[in-house]
């Protein structure tokens, strides 16, 4: 009788265990990304032209586990992303995911220490908005990380800069696109300004 | 008996006038019941609002599809504002509401960024991708003064 019950309460404490380790907060998810891309950003041994590949590369990776850019390829497509198959679908989002990289990741290398401050969350269900305050030169920038629950845990699919969403932003330059010259029009303008950007490095 | 019957006629005229202008009174007025069923509202909620004033327009691709029924601080403190939209207009829940000027520095309207998903905004249900009121002097502080280092 006593040994039933002392399994049972292992047992009970090991699923309360787990429950609680589910509940890990949208900041406890972010924190450790921006935290290792800044390092690698610090890092002096990855600085310059001639470590610019393996940089990148560990730069994006990073991302990558902290940023769900196929969600957000699917909110920038809007409707047009449920009348595509699975596997334009994957060369969509890498399409969207080398022009962000392309676009932002200049701007990122010229981070130079400047100090990110967490300064809150609000969780409503599986979504969630992050704010860093990022301090330079004494402006303070606030950034929003909005973040939604997977499986994974939380990813961002949005990022909100004094109240403008990138999401948004490129949504509604692609939607102009999309009327005009089709889904076709918008992938080779995406394929053509990755080109660029590629020729530019070079 | 003339009499009678002209007086009824005139009684009647004088009953249709008034209620065709009662008709006309609460269309132009706006009166809430009449429209009511030709809309359900979208609540949405957003940091800032500054300008935003209640019968502001929203709307999508610069169409006006509805206006601001209401504006009022939510439980949280959060800016939540009550978008009273046509029943013709679906909305994904997957949009974006943002805080516009006509112009840069004109009447504050709310654009509404239509998003993909299928799923769609129930009556009452809450938006919560939105983008705030552009505050145009602290921009220009922080740029301005930052800038100046």
């Known amino acids: ?202 | 008996m003339k009499k009678n019957t002209l007086e009824m006629v005139v009684g009647l005229f004088m009953i249709i006038g008034f209620a065709a202008f009662v008709y006309l009174a609460l269309q132009l007025g706006e009166v809430s019941f009449l429209t009511n069923s030709k809309t359900y509202i979208i609540e949405a909620e957003f940091d800032n609002v500054a300008g935003v004033k209640k019968g502001a327009s929203v709307q999508v691709a610069g169409v006006v599809v509805g206006e601001v029924a209401m504006v009022a601080l939510s439980e949280d403190e959060v800016a939540v504002l009550s978008l009273k939209i046509d029943n013709s207009l679906k909305v994904p829940i997957d949009s974006i509401a943002s805080v516009k000027s006509q112009g840069i520095i004109g009447d504050k309207y709310i654009q509404l960024s239509l998003g993909g998903d299928e799923e769609l905004f129930k009556p009452g249900e809450l938006l919560r991708e939105t983008e705030s009121s552009l505050d145009i002097e602290s921009l220009i502080s922080k740029f301005a003064f930052g800038s100046a280092k």
Request: overall charge negative.
């Open chain 1, 1 to 202: 009788m006593k040994k039933t019950l002392l399994f049972f309460i292992v047992l009970c404490s090991f699923s309360i265990g787990t429950i609680w380790a589910e509940e890990v907060s949208p900041t406890a998810d972010l924190k450790p990304v921006l935290h290792d891309i800044t390092t690698v950003l610090l890092d002096e041994s990855l600085k310059g032209k001639e470590h610019l590949e393996e940089r990148r590369d560990k730069i994006m990776s990073l991302i990558k586990r902290g940023f769900d850019f196929r969600e957000m390829s699917k909110r920038v497509l809007g409707k047009k992303w449920r009348q595509i198959d699975d596997q334009e679908k994957d060369r969509f989002t890498s399409l969207m995911t080398k022009l962000l990289e392309n676009v932002y990741i200049g701007k990122l290398e010229s981070y130079s220490g400047q100090q990110i401050e967490f300064v809150g969350e609000t969780v409503r269900g599986a979504r969630a908005q992050v704010t860093v305050v990022v301090e330079n030169n004494d402006v303070e920038i606030p950034i929003h990380y909005i973040m939604r629950k997977t499986d994974s845990g939380w990813l961002v699919y949005d990022i909100n800069i004094e109240g403008v969403s990138l999401v948004r932003n490129y949504q509604e330059q692609f939607k102009s696109i999309l009327r005009k010259d089709d889904y076709e029009g918008l992938v080779k303008v995406l394929e053509d300004k990755n080109r660029t950007f590629l020729e530019e490095a070079m």
